[in-house]
Each structure stands twice: as structure tokens, then as C-alpha cells.
């Protein structure tokens, strides 16, 4: 009875540890993923990053532009303006 009754213990101790290995193996499963994750998230805010960046120095590139575009075109305007005006004065 007591070979039985170790035996048995030892049985219930083995899958016990058995038990508590699959336990701790499961978690260090989950917190490698959950690190995969972060690692993921982490290079899609970078990328994110230089996407926002990008775009600000094309925004500001644009508008520049813009600006000096309107800066010619009203130079432009002036001296057909002037021109307008010199040739009604000769005619």
C-alpha cells in the first residue's frame, strides 16, 4: 500500500511540475508576443513619424511656392498694367 501510495504521489508531483511548466512556458510565450507587438507598433510610429515630417516640408515647400508664384503673377499683372496704360496714353 505505501509503493502505491508514493508511487501515486510521485505521479501527482511529476504532473504538477508538468503542470507548472506548460504554466510558466505559456506566459513567456505571451510576453514574447506582447514584446513582438510593441516592437511592431513602435517601428509603425516611426514610420508615422516620417510620413508627418514629410508632409510638414511639403506643406511649407507648397505654400512658398504659392507664394512666390503670387509674388510673380502680381508682377506680372503690374506691368501689363502699365503697359495698358502707356498705350492709351499714346493712342
Known sequence: MKMKRTSINTTLQFAQLLVMGIG???????IGRKDQVI???SQDIESLEAI?????RASIESASTDQYHR??????????LFL???????T
Open 84 to 90: 495698358e496704360q502707356s498705350m492709351r496714353g499714346t
Open 24 to 30: 510558466v512556458f505559456t506566459i513567456a510565450i505571451q
Open 71 to 80: 509674388e510673380r503673377i502680381d508682377a506680372l499683372r503690374e506691368r501689363i
Open 39 to 41: 516592437e511592431q507598433a
Open 52 to 56: 508627418s515630417s514629410d508632409l510638414v
